[in-house]
């Protein structure tokens, strides 16, 4: 089993860097404070959540198996997703409240127009997966 990276190198593995935009989803008091202040310190800015009228470079949700319909939520969060920028679904790991099916992920993702890229464990009771904007074929 896979151990987490440490709230000091969550940010850096998730890409985020001084300046980046983050979009928010999902807070709630069984969230990990120590990736969400990694997040902070890292981009220099506070997490946005709620309407926006921005681009953002990252779209971080935090996801249960209860919290509705997953499909809908990551075509949400692609909505103020920058061309070249992930979107982070963190959800409980297996065994914990709320854990959601890795394949559940796997299904929606395509449906909603992203792909899964990597998982990596961010916390102990978290777990985060990278899933990104597909591509176009059409030029």
Same mark, same amino acid.
């Given at each position: &089993? ?5 709230? +000091?190198?969550?940010?850096?593995? &998730? ?41 953002? +470079?990252?779209?971080?949700? %935090? ?24 979107? %982070? ?35 102990? +009771? ?14």
């Amino acid at each position: &089993m896979s151990t987490p990276v440490g709230p +000091d190198l969550v940010a850096a593995r &998730m890409g985020i860097v001084s300046g980046h935009l983050i979009l928010e989803s999902g807070y709630g008091s069984d969230c990990d404070e120590g990736v969400r202040k990694a997040i902070i310190n890292s981009s220099g800015n506070d997490l946005l959540s709620g309407e926006i009228n921005e681009v953002v +470079d990252s779209v971080v949700i %935090w996801w249960r198996e209860d919290d509705g319909d997953l499909i809908d939520e990551l075509v949400d969060g692609l909505t103020y997703l920058a061309e070249s920028g992930s979107l %982070w679904l963190l959800t409980p790991k297996a065994g914990r409240a709320g854990h959601v099916e890795p394949s559940d992920i796997q299904d929606a993702a395509p449906i909603a127009g992203l792909s899964v890229t990597s998982s990596l464990p961010v916390a102990s +009771d978290w777990t985060a997966t990278k899933l990104v904007a597909r591509k176009s074929t059409k030029k």
